[in-house]
Each structure stands twice: as C-alpha cells, then as structure tokens.
C-alpha cells in the first residue's frame, strides 16, 4: 500500500503558504508575544522569503540562501517564543540549542554536527506522525485483526474418529469464522478492554556509548541487537489488557504501513528547506581574544558553528543533510560581549540584527491578559478542573505587575519570567486547598495579591529566594 505524500508545512498548519503574508505572520505572533515589533517584522520577512524562493527557478532558487537573524535582548523578553511560535504556524522543524553546551567538555565539547542530526530526528519524528495519520484506518483494521487471531487463535479440534479430517476442516473454518465474528461484536462494544492477552512487542532498549573524536565527544547511538542478534532478542511476549494491546498493534500496522525511504526523504526536504535552529545564549561564545582559558574554547565553538551556519552537508544515519537553506536565528543578551566580538566570518552570517525592548509594567499587564494562552486564563482553567471559580480584577492584574517589575529592578532582570514565580507564590494557597473549594468563586484582588505577598517584597533578602 503506497503512501501520499505529506502536505507541505503551510497547508498542515491550516494557512496556505501564499496568504502567509509577513503582516499576517506578526498578526498572528502578537497571539502570543506581547510587544517586539521589529524582531516580528524580521522573522516574518524571513517566512515569506522561504515562499518566494520556492516560486523561483531551481537554478536560481538554489543560491538564495537565507538571511540568518541576531536577536538582542535581555533574557525574558520573548525571543524563544518568537522563534518557537514561527516554527509552530508552519509546521517547521525546530531546535533550540544552547551555544554554551558546546563548551562543556575540553575545548571544543560537542560535535556542533549534532545540531543537525537532531534537527533530522525532530523531522523524522513529525513526518512519522504524519504519515500514520494518513494509515490510521487501515492499520486499525489491520489491528483488529490481529486482535481477533489472538483471542480465538485458530487451533483446529480433534476430528472424530468417524470422520475424516478432510471432511472436518470446511466446519471448524466456519466455527472459528462464526466464533471470530462474536468476538469482534464484544471488541466493538468494548466488553473485552480488561481482558488480558499475551502480545510479542519489539524491544525497543537501545545501548549508547560515548566516543571521543576530533571534535570532542560525541554520543553515538549503537543498536547491539543488530550487531550481535544472537545475543539480544528482537522481539519478546508480554501480557497486556486489550486496550494496550490493541494500540500496540495499531503502531505495528502502521509501521508496516508507512515506506520508509519515503519517510526519510521527506524528512530530509523538509528539514533542508523549512528547518529553523535557535542558537541561544550566542553572546556566551563572542569573544576573539588570544591566550588561555575560555577564550580559546569560545572561539573554537564559532569556527566549528560557521560551516553549519555557511552551508555544508552533514552525515546522519538518515542520510546526507544539507544545512545551505535552513534558517538560523541567534539569541543573546550582549550584556558584557557584543556582537562585534564575534569572528567577523560568523557575524557575517547574521545580517539580520534586531534588538528586543526590556519590559516595562504596562508590558507586563498585556502579558498577564492578552495571549491565547495568557498566565491568568491558565490559572483559572486549572483551577476550574476541581470545580473552582477564580478571577483577577484588573487592580489585581495591575499589582502583580507593579510587583513583578520592582523585583526585577532590585534583583535580577529575568523579564516576564518573574511574572511566573510571583503568580505561583500569590495562588500558592489556593492550589493547596483547591480540591475542597467546589464550587466557590474567588477573587483575586490587590489586596488579595498585597496580603500573599506581605513581607516577602520588603524583605530584599527573602524576595531574592522566593521571588
């Protein structure tokens, strides 16, 4: 059974890649991110790049590269989620990596190569999941079965001595298809989900080593069982009620189902031309100083980062990988280096440099209201599971705010993160006593948010640790 190709990442995500204009892009950002305009606009611009490349004539196409994008900005001020939630409209392969991981272990520390192998798991993984969706129907058929065959399992009775076994075999065929039919009325009203059947599932346990190489060390995965098969099982029994089992079979079926040369070339295409890297922390590896210590490790890590970033071909156990076309987007703080401190062959990689606002208490009030998915609708909907009615007065919005952005100034700047831990230290109680509070309606006030927070805020050392 042959299966279609995926459709292209626009057309998953519900957008048609040629309405995906760059307004359209920030308007449907600003769901999410409050504030950052000039980052929006870049990225979007960067979005609709991608489509008009793909107009163009292959010959032409190949040599538009991307423009790479630097983002400034302190530390929780949305950069990430600009970046994740670019790759979420189209369905893009996404990695966010820290640059400073790649210094952990002696000068160099992790092969930067693996940046790109794991771009082309995360691909390989959402094509995967894809392409099971367009066989669900025919692996859960083929699942049930498979389900069928093991609770009748069809093992022919004794033929009567008086008559031949010739004769038998055409009435236990009916028998058997008689009882199977049965059966599969039970299965279909779910009368045999606790009954338990014994199963043979792959084994899935897979052994890892650790190999140094020139570039430092590298995880390298290893399935023993192919190397020694007489040593490690493929496959083993397992008993299991029919609700696990009937979903195991299905991920079998589907398996058998999905063409895996197709799959991995579909993931390849996707990731070459629709991959985006977020390198963050960049500003951490800035620095061309010669001498000992750190310097020389921050340098090493730029010059193995600018081949990927240049366009190069990598070898995964999938296959070839080409990193010419996939967009990379670098995020920093610049507090104490600047991106001029970079090597100047990788800040030319970034052409695209926009600077992200610090947020302010006005900021902070969007942030706690406006999103989709805003920290205040998240509390209430959580709470709302236990049968608990909360709302936040607008002065209570205003408070937290205020609170958030005064800690911030006295102690470390983490942006909008801060708003997280005073949220969580204002509801702290009520989440504790939420199970016995069905069906009462609570409101979250200034005063309410002022008496939680009663002595912490003062108290500049204390506020350090909770807050």
Known sequence: MSVPAPPPPAARAGVPMENLTPRQIVHELDKHVVGQGPAKRAVAIALRNRWRRQQLPADLAEEIVPKNILMI???????????????????????????????????????????????????????????????????????????????VPATPRPAPVTVPAADASAPQQDELKSTREKFRDLLRAGRLEDR????????????????????????????????????????????????????????????????????????????????????????????????????????????????????TTVSTKHGMVRTDHILFIGAGAFHVSRPSDMIPELQGRFPIRVELDALNEQDFVRILTEPQSSLTRQYRELLSTEGLSVEFTEDAVAELARIAVEVNTRTENIGARRLYTITERVLEEVSFEAPSMAGVRLEIDAGYVRRALAGIVEDQDLSRYVL
Do not use: C, W
């Open 196 to 311: 338990s059947i014994e199963l043979e599932v792959e084994d899935t346990s897979t052994q890892s080593f650790e190999m140094f190489t020139l570039q430092g060390v590298e995880e390298v995965g290893v399935n023993l069982k192919d190397l020694m098969p007489g040593l490690f099982g493929r496959r083993q029994r397992k008993q299991m009620p029919v609700r696990e089992a009937r979903e195991a079979l299905a991920q079998q079926e589907a398996e058998k189902l999905i063409d895996r040369h197709q799959l991995a070339e579909e993931a390849r295409r996707r990731v070459e031309h629709a991959g985006i890297v977020f390198l963050d922390e960049i500003d951490k590896i800035a620095g061309r100083e010669a001498g000992r210590g750190p310097d020389v490790s921050r340098e090493g890590v730029q010059r193995d980062l600018l081949p990927i970033v240049e366009g």
């Open 73 to 151: 900005g302190p530390t929780g001020v949305g950069k990430t989620e600009i970046a994740r939630r670019l790759a979420k409209l189209v369905n893009a392969p996404f990695l966010k990596v820290e640059a400073t991981k790649f210094t952990e272990v002696g000068y160099v520390g992790r092969d930067v190569e693996s940046i790109i192998r794991d771009l082309m798991e995360l691909g390989l993984a959402a094509v995967r999941a894809e392409m099971r969706e367009t066989v669900r129907e025919e692996a859960s058929r083929r699942a049930e079965e498979r389900l069928l065959q093991l609770l």
